[in-house]
C-alpha cells in the first residue's frame, strides 16, 4: 500500500529499496517558498543501520507490514539457532549473523520476539533484563577500588561480563540485555 508523506510517522515500517526500514523520528518541513517535504530518521530492521531520507510531498512511500512472533529458544547446532513457535509449535532455524551479539545471552526456552516480512525473519529481540548464575570469577578484594570496582565473570550462558567486586560463583544477577552490562544481584 502506498502512503503519502502526511502518513509517514514514528512506528512505521516501510520499504526503502526492497528492504525494510523503521521510522524511529520524521520531521514535517513546511518552507515559506516550495513544496513540503518530510525528513525521516529510518533503521534498517534486518542490519541495525540508521540513516535519514527526505521525502518530497509528490513521492509514494510503500508499508511493509511486519508481524511479531512469540519464539521460544530450544538449542544451537553449529550456526544455526533453533527456536520453537509459540502459536503452531513449528522449529525455526534462524542463522547466528541475524542473532549477532544476542547470542551470548540465550538461555534454554528463553521467549523472544521475532519480526517476519513475508515469511523471512527480520530480526529477534530478546527480554530486556534476564537473570544469570555466575559460574566463575575471581574472588574481589575489599578496598581494591584502583580498577572501577568491577571485575570480569563468566555466566551460566559462557558470555563474560563485568560484574562488582562483591559478586561471586553462584550468586545470581540480572543483566541487561541491550548493553550487556549488569544491572543488580537477584536473591
Do not use: C
Request: proline share 4%; charged share 25%.
Amino acid at each position: 500500500m502506498s502512503l503519502s508523506i502526511n502518513e509517514i510517522k514514528a512506528g512505521l515500517t516501510i520499504l526503502v529499496d526492497g528492504q525494510v526500514w523503521l521510522v524511529i523520528e520524521t520531521q514535517h518541513v513546511k518552507p515559506g517558498k516550495g513544496a513540503a517535504f518530510v525528513r525521516a530518521k529510518i533503521r534498517n530492521l534486518k542490519n541495525s543501520s540508521v540513516q535519514e531520507k527526505t521525502y518530497r510531498g509528490d513521492e509514494k512511500i510503500d508499508e511493509a507490514f511486519v508481524e511479531e512472533r512469540k519464539l521460544q529458544y530450544l538449542y544451537s547446532s553449529g550456526d544455526l539457532y533453533h527456536f520453537m513457535d509459540q502459536e503452531n509449535y513449528e522449529e525455526i532455524a534462524i542463522a547466528k549473523d541475524h542473532l549477532s551479539d544476542q547470542v551470548k545471552f540465550l538461555k534454554d526456552n528463553l521467549n523472544v520476539s521475532a519480526y517476519y516480512y513475508k515469511d523471512d525473519v527480520l530480526n529477534v529481540n530478546l527480554p530486556n533484563f534476564i537473570e544469570f548464575t555466575v559460574v566463575h570469577t575471581e574472588p574481589g578484594v575489599r578496598g581494591d577500588t584502583a580498577k572501577s570496582g568491577t571485575k570480569p565473570a563468566e555466566i551460566d550462558t559462557g558470555a563474560s561480563i563485568q560484574v562488582p567486586l562483591f559478586v561471586n560463583p553462584g550468586d545470581k544477577i540480572k543483566v541487561d540485555t541491550r548493553t550487556g552490562t549488569y544491572v543488580e544481584r537477584v536473591p
